[in-house]
């Protein structure tokens, strides 16, 4: 893989990805926001991010996943994904998250405000048994209804309010002792996360392809009441797709 920006070298991304430094800050984890996106602005074709993606995007996919302790996701990408339990990183990978102190695989959280999830999708049914169970966001009012669903399969944390609310979500996972969190979106969270400033790390993939239409689904679907600065820290290429870090200026 080539890095493009700063400047241009030939790069391992596991070592690149794994050597940056992410400090957790006032007393919250680290959270790095990582999306796809095509060259039109798309952040999906047909539903699926998976549309958008190739070789090169996937492998850095699951480098950055293991860069988590949570991998922190909307209810509504998880149904559209159809996300499974996390892989087991491998090789170097692993060696990375062990000089961490980190469990094998990430967890997964969700934020599902209404419980509207499937109990038997992989993600649930398919967790390696040494692996705490996911966790669940969601209100009061929707466990009281869906409650029994997930009575074994995952563990479950409610809100009182009407919404939930994405900094106490954050705050409760800093005490699930978790230092890096990788959120996968969707647009929603995506956008509460950055009007409440909670955004540390921006990995956007460019996709080199094309999807056409009117509208495409907003990268954040809630305007903030300024511009959020950032800055570019790094650009790499491989098999035509960018992958852009970027910071955001405090």
């Not at 007393?27 to 952040?43: K, Q």
């Not at 990430?106 to 040494?130: K, T, Y």
Request: proline residues 8%; aromatic residues 8%.
């Amino acid at each position: 893989m080539k890095q493009i920006f700063p400047e241009e070298t030939e790069v391992d991304p596991i070592d690149v990805y794994n050597n940056d430094v992410r400090t957790p800050l006032n007393s919250r984890p680290w959270i790095l926001l990582n999306m796809v996106n095509s060259v039109d602005g798309f952040i999906s074709f047909e539903g699926r991010a998976g549309g958008l993606s190739g070789s090169a995007d996937r492998n850095i996919y699951q480098i950055i996943r293991g860069l988590a302790d949570i991998i922190l996701v909307g209810a509504g990408t998880v149904r559209a994904e159809n996300y499974k339990a996390p892989k087991t990183p491998e090789g170097k990978l692993a060696e990375f998250r062990e000089s961490r102190g980190q469990e094998k695989r990430p967890r997964i959280a969700v934020l599902s405000g209404e419980l509207n999830l499937n109990p038997d999708m992989g993600l649930f049914a398919e967790r390696h048994p040494e692996d705490k169970p996911p966790l669940i966001y969601t209100k009061s009012e929707s466990l009281e209804k869906n409650r029994s669903q997930f009575a074994t399969s995952s563990e479950i944390i409610d809100f009182p309010e009407e919404e939930l609310n994405v900094s106490r979500v954050i705050h409760d996972l800093f005490n699930q002792d978790a230092k890096i969190v990788v959120c996968e979106g969707g647009p929603n969270l995506n956008a509460h996360l950055l009007a409440d400033d909670l955004i540390d790390e921006f990995c956007l993939s460019v996709s080199p392809r094309a999807v056409g239409g009117e509208n495409p689904p907003p990268f954040l679907n809630h305007p903030v009441d300024s511009p959020v600065e950032l800055s570019l820290n790094r650009i790499l290429l491989e098999e035509e797709f960018l992958f852009c870090r970027y910071l955001t200026v405090r």
